[in-house]
Nanobody, 123 residues
C-alpha cells in the first residue's frame, strides 16, 4: 500500500523560507513521478512542482525561481524548498505520486496522495 506522509508546514512571515518533506513507502520509490500540489480555501487544487524518475522537473509559473523540488532516493523522500514566501503561497500542501505520462503538475494523473501539511504566510 502506497503511503505518503508530508511534514514541515508552518507559519512564517512573508519573505521567509520553509522546507517541506514527503516520506514515501509501500512501492518502488524510483518508479513513480512525484509532485507537490496545494489548495487554498475556496480554490481548486493546483500543481506546484514535480519531478519524474529521470530527475526532470516542472514548476508552476507562480513559484519558478522561488521553489525547488528534489528527491532523495536513498531516503525515499521528496522535498520542496520554498523561499521568498508570499501570503498567496498560503495553502495546504499535498504530496502525490504515480506513473505519469504527460503534464507532471496536473493533479488528474495521480492516484496516491498524502494527508497534507499547512503552510501559512503572513504579511
Amino acid at each position: 500500500q502506497v503511503q505518503l506522509v508530508e511534514s514541515g508546514g508552518d507559519s512564517v512571515q512573508a519573505g521567509g523560507a520553509l522546507r517541506l518533506s514527503c516520506a514515501a513507502s509501500g512501492y518502488t520509490y524510483n518508479l513513480y513521478s512525484m509532485a507537490w500540489f496545494r489548495q487554498a480555501p475556496g480554490k481548486e487544487r493546483e500543481g506546484v512542482a514535480a519531478i519524474n524518475t529521470y530527475g526532470y522537473t516542472e514548476y508552476a509559473d507562480s513559484v519558478k525561481g522561488r521553489f525547488t523540488v528534489a528527491k532523495d532516493n536513498a531516503k525515499n523522500t521528496l522535498y520542496l524548498q520554498m523561499s521568498s514566501l508570499k501570503p498567496e503561497d498560503t495553502a495546504m500542501y499535498y504530496c502525490a505520486a504515480d506513473w505519469i505520462a504527460g503534464n507532471l503538475i496536473s493533479p488528474r494523473g495521480y492516484r496516491y496522495w498524502g494527508q497534507g501539511t499547512q503552510v501559512t504566510v503572513s504579511s
